[in-house]
């Protein structure tokens, strides 16, 4: 089991930057594959983006394509999310989750969630 905590959150203007972290701790396996979430009030939670520990191969979804970054530091076990030119529909709960399978679609362990909001 793998436990995540994120950090980074906050709010911000329109067209402004942020940068989000996951921190892992316990079970991390280079297999693994580390990914972003995010859920906004009255919507379902979507993917944003996903990277590989091993290899730093990376996913995003088309709506923060050239916009958000995921990178991860393997030594110190966290993920980032850079957030570039943001918009007041990106505002949502960004959940960073992990997937034990090496899959970019199943996730096994979630964190608690960081509040984004964009103000316009």
């Known amino acids: 089991q793998v436990q995540l905590v994120e950090s980074g959150g906050g709010l911000v203007q329109a067209g402004g930057s942020l940068r989000l972290s996951c921190a892992a701790s316990?079970?991390?396996?280079?297999?693994?594959?580390m990914g972003w979430f995010r859920q906004a009030p009255g919507k379902e939670r979507e993917f944003v983006a996903a990277?590989?520990?091993?290899?730093?191969?990376?996913r995003y979804s088309d709506s923060v394509k050239g916009r958000f970054t995921i990178s991860r530091d393997n030594a110190k076990n966290t993920v980032y999310l850079q957030l570039n030119s943001l918009k007041p529909e990106d505002t949502a709960v960004y959940y960073c989750?992990?997937?034990?399978?090496?899959?970019?679609?199943?996730?096994?362990?979630w964190g608690q969630g960081t509040q984004v909001t964009v103000s316009s």
């Open positions: 990277i590989r520990w091993s290899g730093g191969s990376t």
């Open positions: 316990g079970r991390t396996y280079s297999s693994d594959v």
């Open positions: 989750a992990a997937s034990y399978s090496g899959s970019y679609s199943t996730y096994h362990s």
